[in-house]
């Protein structure tokens, strides 16, 4: 699917979340979970400003970032939010690529790269495998990218009646949250699910979290 004309702005896509307090309470909620990375390599697919990747970058020394989207403003808004955050634009690379493919990027200058299977130590995704022509096969594909032992974390849209609201104002149409866990497992992963707590405010009206580790055996 195209992204809807709802994104084509990435300043009041920022605005808000920073404004009603989105961003800050998914940060509060990312710095209560705790990670067993060393220097990971992140992609942050479907980035938007880029607010997971950039929690994790800024988290964990030595790390490097991938972030994508269909949107080139959003990822020279996710550059922006990097720079305001002093964090180092050589740890992280850019590329446009399309959910439904995300294993393929075209760089900002136009140039085209696919990445390599099982290069990725974590994966962060929020409220955008409802855009993939195939949402299945996305996450598949997201899978496939992930090292053994690897974690995929899905920020995903919950199915509240405002998590559905505003699904349908975004013309997001997902699959079930237990669909999706049903993929993750026939892909090889241990999937735990975790609602957002009221400190999570207003994030939790919306989102649910989602953690796959991929099996550390190869299949
Ligand atoms: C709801 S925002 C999510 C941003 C961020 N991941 C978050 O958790 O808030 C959806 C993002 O997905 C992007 N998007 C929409 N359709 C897409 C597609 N088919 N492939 C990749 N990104 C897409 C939009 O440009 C937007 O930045």
């Known amino acids: 699917m195209i992204s809807p004309k709802l994104y084509r702005s990435s300043r009041t896509y920022d605005f808000f979340m920073k404004l009603l307090g989105y961003e800050s309470s998914i940060d509060r909620f990312l710095r209560s979970l705790s990670f067993d990375l060393q220097a990971p390599r992140i992609l942050d697919a479907g980035c938007g400003t880029g607010f997971l990747g950039l929690h994790f970058l800024a988290r964990f020394p030595g790390s490097s970032l991938v972030a994508t989207d269909l949107e080139p403003n959003f990822l020279e808004a996710t550059l922006a939010n990097a720079e305001r955050r002093r964090i180092d634009r050589e740890r992280i690379q850019v590329g446009i690529a399309n959910i439904s493919e995300p294993a393929t990027l075209t760089s900002l200058d136009g140039e085209s790269c696919t990445l390599p299977a099982s290069t990725f130590d974590l994966i962060c995704i929020g409220a955008v495998v409802g855009y993939a022509s195939d949402t299945p096969s996305a996450l598949r594909q997201l899978v496939d990218l992930l090292k053994p032992g690897g974690l995929l974390l899905n920020l995903e849209m919950n199915e509240s009646p405002t998590g559905r609201l505003v699904s349908h104002r975004y013309h997001y149409a997902n699959i079930s949250l237990g669909q999706m ?32 580790r991929k099996s550390a055996e190869r299949r």
Request: glycine share 10%; proline share 3%.
């Open 181 to 212: 866990r049903q993929v993750l497992g026939d892909a090889g992963c241990t999937v735990t699910t975790t609602k957002l707590g009221l400190r999570h405010l207003p994030a939790k009206f919306t989102r649910t979290a989602m953690l796959a």
